[in-house]
């Protein structure tokens, strides 16, 4: 087999792989798929009421299936939300609510995202009772036909000010013995990352105490505000994270490996670990050769890529006799091989019903 006739037929089966097609908003097929799995999730009663297609409702003193316009398309945006953030689709629909057009994540989700962020320890609640207040709050009672717009009415309920503040230390900060409280922290000096009071006197004046079947009104309220605060300290100091668009320090890690804190916080790496020296490819090191477990794992798309390159090789040469080596052609051989047998054996396995159903030739 020569080193031409391996690169044809990897191009070929490469080109069989192009029908399966991913989720792209962007492309006719890709976008076919988008609105197939949205349909599916659509039909499940284990999605929130938002992205079911049929809700049970009470239509004149009768529970009938209503049916919700809005799901697909909900089920759409979540599933761009879920590419977006590097989350499953079943997360989002079960941590977001759509609420006046926007996908808003759950208070425990953002907490969740905050503690696992690996930027600050884990949240802190400073809950304190400032003193029986009177608070004001706008309820609505009617409908003013005349006016086409609603009747508000003026109301006051007096209860005790609960107050929560969410708070942290930068991530490995070693917190000295003795300091469990806010009040405490500030006291010794430390660095501590404050988000915005949470009040029960805001839960009124925002309407979420006065709203029918409210747990702002029950003994949840605690845990009421120390969620609401720390969404809010996610919103301050941690937007990125909370968004999906900022990388966490395990993250950093991960892409580069020498990356070590400094003094300000931040991850750095020095150029010289970035730079890998190149070994000749007719005799590659022992520490840079990959080892058969490793080569039996790499993707077909890896594999395409690894050729792609040495075809180009092979067309820049300017001696024009470049041949693989010994070792190049045997495990190219291999790989073309082992490629046209995997082919094989999903050509010759038994479709399943649910197989035939996302097939979208």
């Known amino acids: 087999m020569t080193n031409s006739t391996s690169i044809q037929q990897v191009r070929e089966h490469g080109a069989a792989r192009e029908h399966d097609v991913r989720v792209d908003m962007f492309s006719t097929r890709g976008f076919a798929l988008a609105q197939r799995v949205a349909q599916a999730f659509a039909a499940s009663d284990a999605v929130p009421a938002a992205f079911r297609s049929y809700n049970m409702k009470k239509v004149n003193g009768q529970e009938q299936w209503v049916e919700n316009t809005a799901a697909l398309g909900n089920c759409i945006v979540a599933i761009e939300v879920a590419q977006a953030v590097g989350m499953s689709v079943t997360a989002v629909m079960q941590n977001a609510d759509p609420i006046e057009g926007k996908l808003r994540w759950s208070d425990r989700f953002v907490v969740a995202g905050i503690n696992a962020s ?105 845990k009421m505000l120390m969620m609401r605060s720390g969404r809010y300290f996610g919103d301050i100091h941690a937007p990125d994270i909370v968004m999906g668009i900022g990388r966490t320090s395990d993250e950093v890690q991960d892409i580069v490996l020498d990356a070590v804190p400094d003094d300000r916080g931040a991850y750095t790496v020095p150029l010289d670990n970035l730079r890998q020296p190149s070994a000749p490819a007719e005799t590659p090191s022992a520490e840079h050769a990959a080892s058969p477990a490793v080569v039996a794992t790499t993707s077909g798309d890896q594999q395409d890529d690894d050729l792609r390159a040495l075809e180009q090789g092979h067309g820049t040469n300017t001696g024009g006799n470049w041949q693989p080596s010994a070792e190049e052609a045997a495990e190219m051989e291999r790989r073309v091989a082992e490629e046209a047998a995997a082919d094989q054996q999903r050509a010759n396995a038994p479709r399943g019903r649910g197989q035939r159903s996302m097939n979208l030739e």
């Open 118 to 222: 690996r930027r600050f320890t884990p949240l802190r609640f400073d809950v304190k009772n400032l003193g029986p207040i009177e608070a004001s709050y706008k309820e609505k009672t009617g409908w003013d036909s005349q006016a086409k717009k609603p009747v508000f009415t003026e109301r006051s309920v007096k209860l005790d000010n609960l107050q929560s503040i969410a708070w942290a230390l930068p991530y490995g900060f070693a917190t000295p013995p003795g300091v469990y409280t806010l009040d405490q922290a500030r006291a010794a000096g430390l660095p501590v990352i404050e988000g915005p009071p949470v009040s029960m006197r805001l839960a009124v004046e925002e309407g979420w105490y006065a709203k029918t079947g409210s747990k702002w009104q029950t003994e949840l309220k605690h």
